[in-house]
Every structure is written in structure tokens, then in C-alpha cells.
């Protein structure tokens, strides 16, 4: 990338998020930090902080989740200076493109920095393929339920976090209809309620389930729109990736077919280690308190108990990552203000701490090296807040599943063992100060949940409900390839 030659008609819109918007160019992505739109007169900060900013978002992926995640996973890139006039330009290139509910930020336009990654949903040069690689995006959010003691609400130990929240959404308006995807069935090991989970997530895709082919996102939810998902147009576009062999074709299922197929073919990548080898050391903790009681899922219907997930798993290791919140946030927030007070009183120990980097080896070694008991110091306190914070990182990356589609698939009846990539995306640092947020939105969660009794207006059911027939719903191991 020639810095010196940037011209924004060589870049195409690719997406957002709360915090950032996302260009692309073929190979490689931009990644953009966004300001509150009342900001955009005066930036919240400077260029040199907004470079800062950066280059420890890249530090935090490379130095400290990388370590706990698995280097093979992530891609931390690197942050790059563009002329001002590029980004301006970009800016409004992008503009019309952008959806409407993501138009309270705006993006940086002043302090030219941004994050330069490969582009996970584009083809590797050194591959070519018959047909563009296919990259499905989860943002499988939290795998389990809290058993700290400091809990204070029964409801927490019974019905996972994204399942409340989805009751809270839905009454807030963020999402008009509800999602029935449970992170437990996911992260559970069992294929059998990954199945279902993924089958949810395709039916109410929300924020957590994308798809593109080449390039293009071709399946993910219109935030705020009534339309309903097309699963003809999603069956077209699966089919070319998703027809194995002669045999299936004439089964009663071919309609579906490729839709089960991509599914499975889903399950097994999770469950891999990165690139089609499944891990052979299965995790068994949490067994037993891994059921959410708002999954749809019946329990009494799972056939076959969970193995667990396999240790080198990408769910295994966001799972164990994720579970460095031990205290959950009722018992982490007072020491939060234990830290919060030691800063009031020694404002000078913020760096010290390193409460806002910087995120080298001594800030991983800090959180992994946190005594068990608290001895009342704070350097207890901050090594917790900083194993919750990168267990909140973690509780809001995403995956991202890349397929490449060779000749192979056409002749074989099974899929193809090894012709995908597993990466994870969105690894920023969450700051010190959104802890509080973090209590705050617990408590207002958890009374939505337990004033509505767990019950949803009426509508607000899946967009794609009934995409699985009735049979389907209760059987989807009929569709099981052996593995
Ligand atoms: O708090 P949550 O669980 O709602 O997660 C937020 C996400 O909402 P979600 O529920 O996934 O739709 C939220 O996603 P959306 O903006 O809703 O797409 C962000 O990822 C937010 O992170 P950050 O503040 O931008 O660093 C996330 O905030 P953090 O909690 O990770 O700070
Ligand atoms: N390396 C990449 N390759 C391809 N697409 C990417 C890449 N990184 C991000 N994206 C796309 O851009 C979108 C927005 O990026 P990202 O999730 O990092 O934004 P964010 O603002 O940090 O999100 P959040 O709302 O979780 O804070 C992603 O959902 C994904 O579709």
C-alpha cells in the first residue's frame, strides 16, 4: 500500500461497528476509529493520542490476547498515517452507505490514523479458486453462566446473559424481533445444539451472524427493518460450496440440503483447531451448568451428551479466556472502586498499574499472576480488573470462517477435511472506565427479565421462523454426516 498514492475510489465501504468503520481493498482492510456525531467539530482527541489509541489496540491483540487466544487465530496488524485528504474524501464516499442506526458516530476524519489488517473475507492471491471464498462472521458473545458467589440475583445462574438481554433489546427497540440463538448451545460441544444454535443465528442474525461471499456481506439482518431474510437467495449462493457427490441429491432434504450441510460444515470448523484437525483433549468442566433455561432447546431431546469442547478449539479457547471473569461484575465493581480510590489518592500509580496500557508482556503477567484471595491490596484489585476486562474483550470478539471452495468438494460425498481458516476479530482493549457501564447495564438487563417473567410482546419472534420445519426442529441429527 503506497501511503503517497491513496485514492479513495480504490476503496469500497465494508462495515461497522460501535467503535470503528471498515474499508476494504481486495487484500486488506481499514479500520477507522468513530466519534460521537456531536464531536465532529472538535475531536474528543489528538492525533497523537488517536495513533496511541491505535497502536495499543494492536499491542492488546498481539501481546496479550493473542497469548490466551492462540497466535494462530489472530491477525493484529498495524497502524498506518493517511493523508487527511484521503480520509475526508473516504468519508463522504462512504457516507450514504452507511446504515442509518450507526449514524450517531461519526468517522475520524482528523487524526488520519487507522488500523491496517489482511481481509479475512477476501481470497488469498496464492489461491485461486473456482468460486470466491465464502466467510461466515459469529459474534458468539457470552458461553456461560456465572457461578460466583457474589451473584445477586438467582435468575443470572439460570438464563445466560445474551438471552436476558435479548428481552431488553427487544423492549428497547434495538432489534424489533427476538434471536432464539442461546451462546450456550454453542459453545456446549454437543453438534447437536451447536447445530440449533447456528440454525437460530441464521433465523434472527442480529449483530452476530454475517455472511459474505468474495467479499460482499450477502446475508446479515437490516438493523431496524421489517424485511424479512431471503433463504432462496441464501440456498443459491450455498449451493456452488455445498453439494457433495451424487447421493444427496435425490433425498427428500435436497431443497435444504446445502443449508445443513453449511451448518455442519460450520460446527466443524468451531470445533477444529484452526484448519480442519479436531483437537483430541476435550474440556469436561462446567458440564452440568452449562443449560440456559431460555434456550428453545429441550433438554430431555439431546441425544448425545457433550464431549465438551476440544482444547484447541477457537470456542475452547474464547470460552476459557471469556471465564477470567470469576467474580462477575457484582463482585469485580468494588474492586474497581478499591483501584478507583488508590488513582484518586496516587493519581501518579495509573501508569504504574498500567490501568490504560501499556499492553506488553508485564500487563499479561499481571493478570496471570493474580493471587487467588484477596489480600485487601491493590494490586489484587487491578490484576482482577484487568482479567475481567480481557474477559469482556473476549465476551465481544468475533470469528470469522473462511471456505475455500476446491474442485475436490464436487467429487468427493463428504466434506472436504481442510479447506477452511479460523480467525478472531475485534480484540480493542475495553477501558477502565466502562466498568460501571458494565454494572449498570447488568442490573438494568436482569429487572427488564425478571418484570416482563421472561415473556416478549407478541411479533417478536424471529424473522426466519419456520425456515426448519416442525421435524426438522426436533431432529437435526438425521442430517449428520459421519465424522
Ligand atoms: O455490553 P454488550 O454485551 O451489549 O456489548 C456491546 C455490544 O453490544 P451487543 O450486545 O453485542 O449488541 C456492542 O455492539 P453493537 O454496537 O450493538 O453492535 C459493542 O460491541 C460494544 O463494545 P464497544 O463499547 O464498542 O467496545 C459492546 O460493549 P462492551 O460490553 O463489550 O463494552
Ligand atoms: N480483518 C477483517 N477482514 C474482513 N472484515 C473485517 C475485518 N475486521 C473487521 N471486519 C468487518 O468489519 C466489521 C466491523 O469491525 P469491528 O467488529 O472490528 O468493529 P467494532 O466497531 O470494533 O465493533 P464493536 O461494535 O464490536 O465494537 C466486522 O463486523 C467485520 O464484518
Redesign the pocket.
Known sequence: MELDKMDENDWKYHGE???SLVVSHVQVILRLLKYPAEDSENPPQTAEQAFRQIQNIVDFSSNVMSSLLGEKFIHSGEVVKLPLEFVRQLSIKVQHQRPAWRCDKVMDIYSGCALCLPNLTSPALHQPTHTPPLCIEI?P?CGFLPSSKHVSKDIKTKVC?FCM?QHYKVANGKWKRRSLYCPLDLFSGSRQRMHFAIRHLIEEPQ?NFKIFKGGQCIYSSKEGSDDSLDLNSLLHHLRPYFMYGNNRINSHMMGKAPLNDFIQFLVNALLSGGGGDGGLVMDRRGEGRSFCEASPINKERIRHGSQGLPSDSVLFRILQTQMLDTLDIEGLHPLYRRVEQHLQDFPKERYRLQIDGPYNEAFLEKLQKCPTEDDGSVEYAVAKVHQYRVA?TA??CSVMVTKERDFQDFLSSRPPAFSYSVSILDL?P?PFD?IPR?LR?DQKIVSCYLRTGGALPKGSLPALQGIFSAAEREDCTLLFHPV
Do not use: F, I, V, Y
Request: cysteine-free.
Open positions: 461497528g460501535n467503535k459474534k458473545k446473559r438481554h449483530n469482556m465476551k465481544d480493542d475495553k466502562s458494565q447495564l
